[in-house]
Protein backbone atom coordinates (compact mmCIF):
# COMPACT_ATOMS: atom_id res chain seq x y z
CA UNK A 1 0.00 0.00 0.00
CA UNK A 2 3.06 2.57 0.76
CA UNK A 3 4.32 1.63 -2.11
CA UNK A 4 0.99 2.42 -4.09
CA UNK A 5 0.57 5.67 -2.41
CA UNK A 6 4.42 6.71 -2.83
CA UNK A 7 4.55 5.37 -6.88
CA UNK A 8 4.71 9.31 -8.72
CA UNK A 9 2.94 7.20 -11.90
CA UNK A 10 0.01 6.57 -9.89
CA UNK A 11 -0.92 9.59 -8.45
CA UNK A 12 -4.13 10.84 -10.08
CA UNK A 13 -6.86 13.52 -8.85
CA UNK A 14 -10.13 12.99 -10.64
CA UNK A 15 -13.14 15.61 -9.82
CA UNK A 16 -16.57 14.58 -11.01
CA UNK A 17 -17.07 18.03 -12.49
CA UNK A 18 -13.61 18.44 -14.22
CA UNK A 19 -12.68 18.72 -17.26
CA UNK A 20 -9.30 16.65 -16.77
CA UNK A 21 -7.57 13.82 -14.63
CA UNK A 22 -4.36 15.18 -12.93
CA UNK A 23 -2.17 13.20 -12.96
CA UNK A 24 0.02 14.55 -10.40
CA UNK A 25 3.58 14.28 -11.58
CA UNK A 26 5.18 16.75 -8.74
CA UNK A 27 7.90 17.32 -11.30
CA UNK A 28 5.84 18.96 -13.63
CA UNK A 29 3.20 20.60 -11.89
CA UNK A 30 2.69 24.24 -13.00
CA UNK A 31 0.14 25.14 -10.32
CA UNK A 32 2.68 24.74 -7.45
CA UNK A 33 6.23 24.73 -9.10
CA UNK A 34 7.38 24.16 -5.32
CA UNK A 35 5.26 20.89 -4.86
CA UNK A 36 7.96 18.36 -5.06
CA UNK A 37 10.44 20.35 -2.47
CA UNK A 38 10.08 19.17 0.66
CA UNK A 39 6.43 17.61 1.12
CA UNK A 40 5.79 13.88 1.60
CA UNK A 41 4.91 12.23 -1.68
CA UNK A 42 1.33 11.08 0.43
CA UNK A 43 0.71 14.50 0.79
CA UNK A 44 1.09 16.11 -2.71
CA UNK A 45 -2.14 17.51 -4.20
CA UNK A 46 -2.49 19.26 -7.06
CA UNK A 47 -3.96 22.91 -6.70
CA UNK A 48 -7.13 22.88 -8.59
CA UNK A 49 -8.16 26.54 -8.08
CA UNK A 50 -4.84 27.52 -10.08
CA UNK A 51 -4.55 24.53 -12.51
CA UNK A 52 -3.11 25.41 -15.98
CA UNK A 53 -4.19 24.54 -19.46
CA UNK A 54 -0.16 24.36 -20.32
CA UNK A 55 0.09 21.48 -17.20
CA UNK A 56 1.85 18.76 -18.92
CA UNK A 57 -0.04 16.50 -16.05
CA UNK A 58 -3.52 17.14 -17.77
CA UNK A 59 -5.37 14.26 -19.15
CA UNK A 60 -8.74 13.74 -20.57
CA UNK A 61 -10.99 10.82 -21.66
CA UNK A 62 -14.20 11.16 -23.82
CA UNK A 63 -16.49 11.15 -20.66
CA UNK A 64 -14.48 14.93 -19.75
CA UNK A 65 -15.17 15.72 -23.28
CA UNK A 66 -18.66 14.75 -23.27
CA UNK A 67 -18.68 17.05 -20.07
CA UNK A 68 -17.26 19.91 -21.91
CA UNK A 69 -20.06 19.31 -24.73
CA UNK A 70 -22.34 19.96 -22.39
CA UNK A 71 -21.31 22.74 -20.48
CA UNK A 72 -20.18 24.10 -23.88
CA UNK A 73 -24.11 23.95 -24.67
CA UNK A 74 -25.48 25.66 -21.62
CA UNK A 75 -22.79 28.67 -22.28
CA UNK A 76 -24.02 28.82 -25.92
CA UNK A 77 -27.78 29.09 -24.43
CA UNK A 78 -26.87 31.37 -21.77
CA UNK A 79 -25.16 33.93 -24.74
CA UNK A 80 -28.46 33.79 -26.56
CA UNK A 81 -29.80 36.11 -24.22
CA UNK A 82 -30.50 39.45 -25.69
CA UNK A 83 -29.94 41.62 -22.62
CA UNK A 84 -26.51 40.55 -21.38
CA UNK A 85 -24.14 43.12 -20.06
CA UNK A 86 -21.32 43.34 -22.11
CA UNK A 87 -19.01 41.90 -19.73
CA UNK A 88 -20.72 39.03 -18.69
CA UNK A 89 -21.61 38.16 -22.21
CA UNK A 90 -17.43 38.70 -22.95
CA UNK A 91 -16.83 36.19 -19.72
CA UNK A 92 -19.25 33.69 -21.50
CA UNK A 93 -17.67 33.61 -24.97
CA UNK A 94 -14.30 33.09 -23.38
CA UNK A 95 -15.33 30.09 -21.96
CA UNK A 96 -16.84 28.77 -24.48
CA UNK A 97 -13.93 29.16 -26.60
CA UNK A 98 -11.95 27.28 -23.79
CA UNK A 99 -14.33 24.45 -23.69
CA UNK A 100 -14.40 24.64 -27.66
CA UNK A 101 -10.35 24.21 -27.76
CA UNK A 102 -10.36 21.46 -25.43
CA UNK A 103 -12.57 19.80 -27.59
CA UNK A 104 -10.90 20.27 -30.52
CA UNK A 105 -7.37 19.18 -29.24
CA UNK A 106 -8.82 15.61 -27.85
CA UNK A 107 -10.66 15.46 -31.06
CA UNK A 108 -7.59 15.98 -33.16
CA UNK A 109 -5.41 13.90 -30.86
CA UNK A 110 -7.96 10.89 -31.19
CA UNK A 111 -7.77 11.38 -34.90
CA UNK A 112 -11.10 12.42 -35.39
CA UNK A 113 -13.20 15.37 -36.55
CA UNK A 114 -14.79 17.31 -34.16
CA UNK A 115 -18.48 18.31 -34.97
CA UNK A 116 -17.50 21.98 -34.31
CA UNK A 117 -21.55 22.13 -34.74
CA UNK A 118 -23.30 20.16 -32.72
CA UNK A 119 -23.09 22.38 -29.62
S1 LIG B 1 -1.73 22.51 -13.23
FE1 LIG B 1 -3.64 21.30 -13.26
S2 LIG B 1 -3.10 19.33 -14.23
FE2 LIG B 1 -1.18 20.38 -13.62
S3 LIG B 1 -0.72 19.50 -11.62
FE3 LIG B 1 -1.88 21.40 -11.27
S4 LIG B 1 -4.03 20.76 -11.11
FE4 LIG B 1 -2.87 19.04 -12.02
Not at 74 to 93: F, Y
Request: net charge positive; proline share 8%; charged share 25%.
Amino acid sequence: MKALRTNPGLQLFEDPEALLTCNLDPYKVLCDPDLAKGTKPSMRTPSWNRCNPACANISRTDTHIQRAREQLAGLNADCAGPHLPHPIRRRLELCCASREKIIQTHEDAAGRTADRDST
